[in-house]
RNA sequence: GGGGGGUUAGCUCAGCGGUAGAGCUCCUGCUUUACACGCAGGUGGUCGCAGGUUCGAUCCCUGCACCCCCCA
């Protein structure tokens, strides 16, 4: 047993205890294959940069759960890696770029690719850093990133085979487009927002038709490529236009009029609406029920094609103005204002605009049938239960996946194209088109969506579809911790995925945590609320960092994060600091009894002991349940307010040999390591390097707490009866204390105690008498006494203890507002109450438990009043 | 437009049928030989509003107000 230093810095021993856990190969699973195993991947973080607060919060529940699981005796496994992020990445080398005025197609596609390939080795060294000083007890040895040979060739597997099955095609449709990015994106890549525009009515001149057509858009230059105009074939208002043609303004050209009971509603606008086949995805479906052209005006750049005619190269916003101008002037266009929802590209913000071109789609519906079902069926569950019902309200109206992007960071598309235009889809690279035997072949120049591989994740990390041992013995996971952000990317993309291709759901549990935020705000750079999670742990140690994240880990949507609890933590590992200072201190040279079951112990030891039993039982009860801000304050009230507030007082005259016997000092030794011992092992999984540092100078055996068994209270004794005794002594201290401060008597003034033993519970008092020292020492009393109270003394009842109190020295007004306040107190309780029982259907039709109780609370006010009535004067 | 969540102490949040809890803050005392990142004591809440169900509602139901999120 050695000494701590008398001050707690983190950062002298942090580092050092990552290094000796991963020499001794602690984050690999350990035990046979087939015994239990615990395991889970980690959602990979994107190679954008570095993580902030939100990983190192979803990180930190993760590791609590692996170091729990450790420690109960599971073959740990949790698997590090990172995601390629093809959008976000590239989005991320472009800006650099930018910056020196280069363009990527400057540059090539090749250099810019090595490019992204130097970017990503950087960032997956600064990601893995910080998990590292968080503490994350991650396998490093099998580390993956998601364009790892073997994980790519888990992809072009994956496309091969959904090809061959029929479930990814390939054509030509309206799709969302970012003419920043230049690249297709989901449907899920699109934000919505709210925004303030226009509303403008257009009026087409109708052959035969003197007052024409008005159509309503709030898009007035895809006019430009309008094919038709769409009526409601039942509406009475525009059937005059039934079977006409009009001229589309500017352009010029004859334009069908179309009925079409889809896309017209009958309620809205003028009844006439204008068909852009090209740009606008129902627009699109109208014109293949029609068989109309679609002629594309705005290109994959956001620019006017030549196909504008006089607009052409003209950015996408600048034509809508000269178009509006135009039209105006000719007395067409009329415009109100009008707020509708517009779609933004999710990484660049650029409004999107629908973009008719050739893209592969993956068709969902057959993979999202069984991944609901799975669901349904309890196989797998969503924790908190309320994500079920989102789960299911996406999956059940899901819609095909656009999976192909213009971009060149991911994978590429395994579709190969011969002279003679055959496509060929292989896991393999074709030497020559297996159709006609021609040569070379071309590889699509597009890339998968990122989402198409991270949906492999939980497998492709174990070689999948190789059938490896670590497959064969890791898969399926065990649970999922993410949050609730990507549940549709995500979560719900590897269910299907992972039920299509292994047969197996890839996880039992999926928990999905909230999003951080701090004081209650979004974090944002610009609100400049940022807390940097190295920054922190700098400032507060790592231990403090992990504790106040998950003390903030409830089950809401928004997790508030603020530099006051990470204070608050940091003193709680001071505390515990401390509280093993003078552990070791009073245990240094002297004899430790392990074994406390053959032992007399006091009713201190035994409180004690029961209560950490009861503490082990909750926080192991609570991180079963996720409930991990629950399981952190259990930890927390007990090393606090019982172990240290209380415990360690009650003992310290045993200890220092003022009081008790040899025999009684050796338990309070053994009881006290007992309970710093299981302390610690109970709070690593939440201060991992504190308590793993405490443990070495404890027990000597460095890097093993890691490994120790974690405490579930089931070999210590549950005590009700030295609870009950223990909890009456600090409540009768409570009451001396505060008795003192109503009198305006000093702390150390003596206090003279009466304890009746004809108390409204007399077993109680007649306990009391065995810990007369401790009640003498705790409450600074003079003369104790086992009677009942002279008339002189100030009276009540607490715990159900009748009592009397005696100050000499007292200032008998200063506290007599407390005594007004508290018999008033009562009797307004004691009115409610009695109100309650007089009621016949209460004491009729309540459980006879509650009446019992509601009567048994009466008799204590009655008892309280007529002693604190006694005392007055 | 559809769906989900929230509104509890000054702040940040737990609780969710038997008249309210934590941390931080605040106030008053304390060099009580582990700890002032501490000790002891205390202040502070008609649990958003209005109805309903119930013997009883912060908790369940309905409506309203305000806030947040998701989907279209």
């Not at 997956?124 to 503490?135: E, N």
């Not at 014109?287 to 002629?295: F, K, S």
Request: glycine share 8%; charged share 25%.
């Amino acid at each position: 047993m050695r000494k701590l230093p008398k001050t707690f810095e983190p950062g002298s021993f942090e580092e050092r205890w990552y290094s000796v856990w991963e020499k001794d190969g602690r984050f690999q699973p350990s035990g046979a294959p087939g015994s239990p195993r615990f395991v889970m991947v980690v959602p990979p973080p994107n190679v954008t940069g570095k993580l902030h607060i939100g990983h190192a919060y979803g990180r930190t529940i993760e590791d609590i759960l692996a170091r729990w699981k450790r420690m109960l005796g599971f073959r740990v496994l949790w698997v590090p890696g990172t995601d390629h992020a093809g959008i976000a990445t590239q989005m991320v080398i472009e800006r650099q770029l930018a910056k020196q005025g280069i363009a990527r197609r400057d540059l090539g596609r090749e250099k810019f690719v090595e490019r992204i390939w130097a970017w990503k080795r950087e960032a997956k060294d600064t990601i893995q850093a910080q998990m590292k000083r968080l503490g994350c007890s991650l396998d490093w040895t099998r580390e993956r990133f998601t364009m790892d040979p073997d994980l790519s060739r888990a992809v072009r597997h994956v496309f091969a085979k959904l090809y061959q099955e029929g479930l990814i095609y390939r054509g030509r449709y309206v799709v969302n487009w970012c003419p920043r990015c230049e690249t297709a994106i989901s449907d899920l890549e699109v934000v919505h927002r709210e925004t303030e525009g226009s509303l403008y009515k257009i009026r087409y001149d109708v052959a035969g038709g003197p007052a024409g057509a008005v159509v309503a858009t709030t898009r007035p230059e895809t006019m430009l490529g309008d094919t038709a105009l769409a009526i409601h074939p039942d509406d009475p208002r525009t059937s005059k236009l039934r079977g006409r043609t009009a001229t589309l303004p500017i352009v010029g050209r004859e334009i069908p009029v179309v009925e079409d009971a889809i896309l017209v509603n009958r309620e809205f606008g003028t009844g006439v609406v204008k068909v852009t086949p090209a740009h606008d995805a129902n627009d699109f479906a109208v014109g293949q029920r029609h068989d109309l052209p679609a002629v594309v005006v705005i290109g994959p750049n956001g620019k006017m094609t030549a196909q504008a005619g006089e607009y052409a190269g003209l950015d996408r916003f600048e034509a809508r103005k000269r178009i509006v101008a135009r039209l105006t002037d000719e007395g067409r266009l009329t415009s109100e204002p009008y707020r509708n929802s517009i779609g933004h590209c999710q990484r660049c913000d650029t409004v999107i605009e629908p973009y008719l071109s050739e893209q592969w789609f993956v068709k969902i519906r057959p993979l999202a049938e069984p991944a609901i079902r799975v669901v349904e069926e309890g196989t797998i569950r969503f924790v908190p239960d309320a994500w079920t019902k989102t789960y299911f309200e996406w999956m059940r109206n899901i819609h095909d996946w656009c999976i192909s992007r213009q971009l060149w960071w991911g994978h590429r598309i395994p579709a190969f194209t011969c002279p003679n235009g055959h496509v060929t889809v292989s896991e393999d690279d074709p030497p020559s088109c297996p159709t006609c035997g021609a040569a070379p072949l071309e590889q699509d120049t597009d890339v998968l969506d990122t989402w198409f591989s991270s949906q492999l994740w939980p497998f492709s990390v174990f070689g999948w579809p190789e059938r490896t041992p670590d497959f064969e013995d890791f898969y399926p996971t065990d649970v999922l911790v993410t949050g609730y952000d990507i549940l549709f990317f995500w979560v719900a993309r590897m269910i299907m995925a992972g039920l299509h291709f292994t047969g197996k759901a890839p996880f039992s549990t999926v928990h999905l945590h909230g999003l951080v935020r701090i004081g209650g705000e979004k974090m944002s750079k610009s609100k400049g609320n940022v807390i940097d999670p190295l920054e922190a742990i700098t400032e507060f140690g790592a231990d403090a960092v992990r504790f106040t994240l998950a003390s903030a880990a409830a089950s809401g949507a928004t997790v508030s994060v603020e530099r006051g609890r990470m204070a608050g933590s940091r003193n709680f590992a001071t505390k515990l600091w401390n509280a093993a200072r003078f552990t070791l201190s009073s245990l240094e040279g002297q004899d430790v009894p392990e074994d406390l079951a053959g032992r007399s112990l006091s009713l201190p030891d035994r409180w004690i002991l029961s209560r950490l039993s009861g503490v082990a039982r909750d926080v192991n009860r609570q991180l079963s349940e996720f409930r991990f801000d629950e399981a952190a304050a259990s930890i927390y009230a007990f090393v606090w307010h019982e172990l240290c507030d209380a415990y360690v007082e009650m003992v310290k005259p045993v200890l220092s040999g003022r009081e008790g016997t040899e025999d009684e000092r050796g338990s309070a030794r053994g009881v006290l390591s007992r309970c710093l011992l299981d302390s610690l092992a109970l709070l690593h999984p939440f201060m991992p390097f504190l308590t793993e540092e405490i443990w070495d100078k404890a027990t000597g055996r460095p890097g093993t707490l890691i490994v120790a068994p974690y405490p579930t209270g089931e070999t210590l004794r549950n005590d009700p009866e030295a609870e009950r005794v223990i909890e009456a002594v600090r409540a009768l201290v409570t009451r001396v204390r505060n008795y003192r401060g109503e009198r305006g008597a000093s702390p150390t003034e003596p206090v003279e105690l009466w304890i009746a033993f004809d108390s409204p519970d007399p077993d109680l008092a007649a306990s009391l008498p065995a810990v007369a020292p401790l009640l003498r020492h705790l409450g600074r009393i003079s003369e104790l006494r086992f009677e009942a109270p002279p008339g002189a003394a100030f009276r009540d009842v607490v715990s159900k203890l009748s009592l009397g109190l005696r100050v000499r020295e007292t200032d008998a007004d200063s506290g007599s507002g407390r005594l007004e306040k508290a018999l008033a107190e009562i009797e307004q309780e004691y009115d409610g109450l009695s109100a309650k029982m007089r009621n016949p259907s209460f004491v009729d039709k309540a459980p006879p438990a509650v009446v019992e109780k509601t009567r048994r609370r009466l008799l204590e006010l009655e008892e309280r009043r007529a002693a604190l009535s006694a005392g007055r004067s």
